[in-house]
């Protein structure tokens, strides 16, 4: 084996060239050894530094030995960089960035493999032979199919389009920007549909504004988007409709209404709005939703769904920091029976969903059991939005699933997750490999609990998790560094990645019986098109051997390598 296979400098470069040994026994040593040593400069210059951020000494030329690389080996790999954080960002700028080959499922009696991995493989791809004897190989742990068994049916997975994100996104080249947008958007990225649109200003924004900030304007007259809408957020919507094959599927959340409206006369803070539901100040809340609705249309945007109020909860605790507007179960109930609903139903967006909740799911099912038990507010409802946050004190089994089986008609969706924002681990961290297992295992843990999709928080944050106009510093998929026209992919953003790209909207999660306990999470789906998709999840420092039986088909010898994720796929038909 040549040298060029033996290195350990660029882990995902190394098992592309063994498969082109021939083609590279020549060439690969020449290009690697050029990558080993500006690592190593880099490493040097990075000794008894402590900041996170290593002189990007050598980054183009890095970029343009891949890119030839490319024309050997096909396909765009991950050009990997390590901060130090357990594992390697991709860095992508204006001339290129890893891309994801058009996705081909191999003939019938095959299967493909993608795998990504604490050591650095991002959606390695390999393909293998199902065994058709139907003889069990004698593994300790199968994963059996059981189609017989269907469950929900999924809608997608996306992220938001925060002020925050739009402007970092915006700071790049337009270049730099297309392969961000297609990163996440496009057929050779991610192939997100999901989209959440805040409604005015969040934590994740310059500054604090909402739409109408005209004290008693109870009709509206003064309604405007802002310019963080029309020259920010709303083209870069437009751009990410154009690039995507799929159908995007728009969500918006408020965070707060006009300060007028609301009993402390405060956007931050602990505040309702005034009065009962059913007076001037609810009916004027209510009307503000259809003319967000309104004013995007203009620009041939049209939402799927609106949220009746982001993290309720938050605007019912004295000295919240950002924006907020607190609702109880039974406030929001009864601001959905007698305001929110009818003024969205008598609107040109009556096919609008509603979520309710938007919050912790550590509140179901009491919140779904309050607000869903009375019939005139939930003729109005769609489904119920949870959060991440928490979760760990709530069983999921308790809180999805029962509330699923008590209320089968309402959908349940994940609309928020982040990361990095709590005081011990704060800010971004370049490379944490962690942060990424916490993304898939909440993906899977949330799906085998009837949830139909799930959305990460902002797109894209600077180096310090921001901008945030109260320090509120979080970490992000995708980590851009404003200065250099670059941007860093995360593990979690591969990690995302393993759904998003393979689970397609419509796809149906079916039975996957497990012969023995153990540490792999695992789940399974079978899409439209009749392909089976699993993916596991080994969270673990040990390798894990294991076998995936498909009565109909055979089955497949597998191995979860220590500390990674695998999705396979399969046609069955």
């Not at 690969?28 to 951020?53: F, H, Q, V």
Request: aromatic share 10%.
């Amino acid at each position: 084996m040549s040298g060029c296979c033996q290195t350990e400098a660029v882990p995902g470069l190394r098992t592309r060239c063994q498969k082109v040994e021939e083609h590279c026994s020549k060439l690969c040593p020449l290009w690697l050894g050029i990558l080993e040593k500006t690592l190593l400069t880099k490493n040097r210059r990075r000794e008894g530094s402590r900041t996170m951020e290593p002189k990007h000494v050598g980054i183009s030329e890095l970029l343009v030995i891949i890119s030839a690389l490319h024309s050997v080996l096909g396909g765009h790999p991950c050009v990997p960089m390590n901060f130090g954080h357990s594992s390697v960002v991709c860095v992508c700028n204006a001339t290129y960035c890893d891309t994801l080959d058009p996705l081909t499922v191999p003939a019938l009696g095959n299967y493909s493999k993608y795998e990504s991995s604490l050591d650095g493989k991002r959606l390695q791809s390999s393909e293998g032979a199902i065994l058709k004897d139907h003889t069990s190989t004698g593994a300790g742990l199968v994963l059996k199919l059981n189609t017989a068994k269907k469950y929900q049916r999924i809608k997608g997975f996306g992220g938001a389009m925060t002020d925050a994100a739009a402007l970092n996104i915006l700071t790049l080249s337009e270049a730099t920007q297309r392969h961000l947008l297609n990163s996440y958007f496009s057929e050779e990225g991610l192939e997100y549909n999901l989209l959440r649109v805040p409604m005015a200003s969040c934590d994740f924004s310059t500054r604090v504004y909402t739409y109408d900030d005209t004290s008693d304007d109870f009709e509206l007259k003064n309604f405007s988007l802002q310019l963080e809408d029309t020259l920010m957020k709303i083209p870069l919507i437009q751009k990410v409709e154009a690039i995507s094959r799929k159908p995007l599927s728009l969500f918006a959340s408020p965070w707060t209404s006009p300060s007028w409206l609301k009993t402390n006369e405060l956007p931050y803070g602990k505040g309702t709005l005034k009065g009962q539901p059913g007076n001037k100040y609810h009916k004027t809340w209510a009307n503000y939703f259809v003319r967000f609705l309104d004013e995007y249309s203009k620009y041939n945007l049209t939402f799927w769904a609106v949220t009746a109020q982001n993290e309720p909860t938050s605007g019912l605790i004295y000295g919240y920091k950002f924006q907020t507007l607190g609702f109880t179960a039974e406030h929001q109930r009864d601001f959905i029976a007698l305001d929110l609903g009818p003024a969205l139903k008598g609107s040109n967006h009556s096919r609008v969903q509603l979520l309710i909740l938007d919050d912790n799911r550590l509140l179901l099912p009491y919140w779904a059991k309050v607000v869903l038990s009375d019939l005139q507010a939930a003729q109005y409802i769609n489904g119920i939005g949870v959060h991440w946050y928490f979760d760990s004190l709530t069983p999921s089994d308790v809180t999805l699933g029962n509330t699923h089986h008590q209320y089968p008609d309402y959908f349940l969706i994940a609309t928020e997750a982040s990361i990095g924002f709590l005081p011990w681990e704060k800010g971004v961290r370049l490379g944490c490999w962690n942060r990424g297992t916490q993304y898939s295992h909440s993906i899977i843990q949330d799906l085998n609990q009837y949830v139909v999709g799930w959305t990460d928080w902002n797109l894209a944050l600077n180096l310090k998790g921001g901008p945030n106009w109260v320090e509120n510093f979080a970490d992000s998929p995708i980590i851009i560094d404003v200065t250099k026209d670059l941007f860093y992919k995360q593990p979690m953003f591969y990690h995302i990645a393993h759904f998003s790209k393979f689970i397609v909207e419509g796809s149906r999660r079916v039975g996957l019986e497990v012969s023995a306990e153990n540490e792999l999470e695992s789940i399974a789906f079978l899409r439209p098109d009749g392909v089976a998709v699993l993916v596991t999840l080994n969270r673990t420092p040990e390798n894990i051997t294991f076998e995936i039986s498909d009565p109909e088909l055979g089955h497949i010898q597998a191995t979860s390598p220590a500390n990674s994720i695998q999705t396979y796929l399969w046609k069955r038909a």
